[in-house]
C-alpha cells in the first residue's frame, strides 16, 4: 500500500525557513517522480514543485522560485520542500503527491499525502 | 487568477449528470494531457482522471473525462451525495514549465 507522510509544518515567522519532509513507503520510489502541492486556507490547489526520480531534474512554481527548494534522498525514501524567504502567502497545506511516472514533466499525481500545515506569521 | 478556467461551483440532484468544463490554452491544455481531481476538505486529493480520459483502478465509471482542443470535461453520471466535493483539472504547462491547476469546483449534490 502507498503512503505518504509529511511532517515538518508549523508555524513560522515571515523571513524565516522551514524544512518540510514526507516520508515515502509502499513503492520503488527513486522509480517515481514526486511533487508538493499547497493549498492555502479557502483557496484551490496550487502546485509548488516536481522533482524527477533521480533527482536529476527539478521544476518550480514562479510564486516560490529562488526561495524553495525541492530534494529527495532515495536512499531514505524521502521527499524534502527546504523554504526559505517565508511570506504570509506561503501560508497552506502542503501535500505530497507522487508521480505516475519518473518524469516530472506532464504527469499525472496518483497518490497524495495527508498534508502538513504551514503558517507564516509574526 | 488560476492558469486553468473552471466554474467555481456546479450541482445536481442524485441520479443527474452533470459535467465540469475546464478552460485552457494552447501551451497546456492544447499541448498536453489533462488530469482530474477530487478533494474533500481534511483529507488527501484524489485521481479520479488521467490522460484526457482514463480512469484509475477502483474509480467508479460513472467518472469520465473528454478534451477537445483546449478544453476538458469531467461527466459525473449518477450522481451520489458522496460526489459532493471540490473537482480540480491540471495539466503541464510548457510555457511556464509547470503544472498548472484550474480553480476548482465545488459540487453540491442537492
Known amino acids: 500500500e502507498v503512503q505518504l507522510l509529511e511532517s515538518g509544518g508549523g508555524l513560522v515567522q515571515p523571513g524565516k525557513s522551514l524544512r518540510l519532509s514526507c516520508a515515502a513507503s509502499?513503492?520503488?520510489?527513486?522509480?517515481?517522480?514526486m511533487n508538493w502541492v499547497r493549498q492555502a486556507p479557502g483557496k484551490g490547489l496550487e502546485w509548488v514543485s516536481g522533482?524527477?526520480?533521480?533527482?536529476?531534474?527539478?521544476y518550480y512554481a514562479d510564486s516560490v522560485k529562488g526561495r524553495f527548494t525541492i530534494s529527495r534522498d532515495n536512499s531514505k525514501n524521502t521527499l524534502y520542500l527546504q523554504m526559505s524567504s517565508l511570506r504570509a502567502d506561503d501560508t497552506a497545506v502542503y501535500y505530497c503527491?507522487?508521480?505516475?511516472?519518473?518524469?516530472?514533466?506532464?504527469?499525472?499525481?496518483?497518490?497524495w499525502g495527508q498534508g502538513t500545515l504551514v503558517t507564516v506569521s509574526s | 487568477q488560476s492558469v486553468l478556467t473552471q466554474p467555481p461551483s456546479a450541482s445536481g440532484t442524485p441520479g443527474q449528470r452533470v459535467a465540469i468544463s475546464c478552460s485552457g490554452s494552447?501551451?497546456?491544455?492544447?499541448?498536453?494531457?489533462v488530469n482530474w481531481y477530487q478533494h474533500l476538505p481534511g483529507t488527501a486529493p484524489k485521481l479520479l482522471v488521467y490522460?484526457?480520459?482514463q480512469r484509475p483502478s477502483g474509480v467508479p465509471d460513472r467518472f469520465s473525462g473528454s478534451k477537445s482542443g483546449t478544453s476538458a470535461s469531467l461527466a459525473i453520471s449518477g450522481l451520489q451525495s458522496e460526489d459532493e466535493a471540490d473537482y480540480y483539472c491540471?495539466?503541464?504547462?510548457?510555457?511556464?514549465?509547470?503544472?498548472?491547476f484550474g480553480g476548482g469546483t465545488k459540487l453540491t449534490v442537492l
Open positions: 503527491a507522487k508521480a505516475q511516472g519518473m518524469a516530472a514533466r506532464r504527469s499525472s499525481f496518483d497518490y
Open positions: 509502499g513503492f520503488t520510489f527513486s522509480s517515481y517522480a
Open positions: 522533482i524527477s526520480g533521480s533527482g536529476g531534474s527539478t
Open positions: 494552447n501551451s497546456n491544455i492544447g499541448s498536453n494531457s
Open positions: 490522460n484526457n480520459d
Open positions: 491540471a495539466a503541464w504547462d510548457d510555457s511556464l514549465n509547470g503544472q498548472v
